[in-house]
Each structure stands twice: as C-alpha cells, then as structure tokens.
C-alpha cells in the first residue's frame, strides 16, 4: 500500500468516528432528558425506562429490515449513512413537539430505526478502507460509538439544568454535521485515492 493510501485510510478512518460519534448522540438524546420529561409529562419510572427502550426496539427492527434488504450492499453506504442521519436529525426534532408519552414513543422508536443505517453501515464503510486491521478500525468505531451514545449526558454535566429542547435539537444538529462529513468529505478522500 502507497503512503497516500495508507495516509487516507487513516483519515478515512478518522472521519467514520466522527460521523459516527456526532451521529450516536441521537440515541441516549432522550435518556439524557429523562429527570425533566418525568416531570413535564408526568410520566412514571417505568414508562421513562421506555423511552429507552422504544430506541433498542426500533434499532433492532431497523437493522433486521437493513439486513433482508442488503441495503448497505446494494446501495451506496455513504449515502445510506447520510440519509439515515438526516431523517435521524430530523425526527430527533420533532420529539421536541411532542406533548406526552405516546407520541415521543413514537419519535424515539422511529429515531431507533434510523440508527440501523448509521451504526451497521458505518462498519461496512470502514470495512472497504481497513483490508488489514480491520479489528484496530472497529474498536476505534465501537469507542466512537461509545462515547458518541454518551455525548449527551456529558452535554447534560458540563450544562446542567439546560433545557431537554436545546439538547435534542444539538444532537439533531450533531447528526446533520454527521451526514455532512459522510459526503463531503468522503468524495474528497475518494479523489485524493484517485491521484
């Protein structure tokens, strides 16, 4: 392997935790708020222990569906991690209309669904860059998504009392930024590759 394409690989490498890390913190988004959406909703612990739950829920219906349909080897993986964060941002946004348990179940399940295009493909597209220590690639993509899922809870400690809107909607506007790189700046790394 040439110096260029060792060096991009790592970049590419670099920039596939980013996204994935920005993209994650839609996932534990509403856990984070759950103190105050108790409060405002009047919701007991267990059904806060579904708000949780509905995003597991929605991640493993998502991924078997991703799985049948071999989306992510028929299709772009870029582009499908892309959408799904976009449509992740998006409903993620939305559940800050929500008025009560039913529906920010809903926006939390289907937000869970858009996860399944984020994590699975995030391992395919770091599959075609790391022949060779694809292992060293995806323990640095669990650690991204690791932390990432943690993001805003760490918002939550550094901001604390900071309304459950403005942290819903920085996730959102983390996993914009997250589609962003994802095309951007892969179409970058894949002319660099060319040269």
Known sequence: MSDVNSINRWRALFLIALAELFALSLW???????????????????????????????????AICFA?????????PRKIFAIASIFGAVINSLFTLSTGMVMGLSFR?????????????????????????????????????????????????????????????VSSLLALIAAGLCIGVFRMLRSLKKK
């Open 68 to 76: 049948f349909l071999g989306l992510a080897d028929r299709y772009n």
């Open 28 to 62: 534990f988004s509403a856990s984070a708020v759950l103190p105050q959406l108790r409060h405002q909703w009047g919701m007991s612990a267990t059904e806060g222990s579904w708000m949780t739950t509905s995003v597991q829920v929605g991640f493993i219906i998502g």
């Open 109 to 169: 399940f289907l937000t869970g669904i858009t996860m399944a295009g984020v994590y699975p493909t995030a391992v395919k597209l770091l599959s075609t860059w790391f022949q060779n220590r694809r292992g060293f690639g995806i323990g640095i993509l669990i650690a991204a998504l690791t932390l990432g899922s943690s993001l805003p809870h760490l918002f939550n400690l550094f901001i604390p009392n900071v309304s459950w809107k403005i942290l819903m909607l």
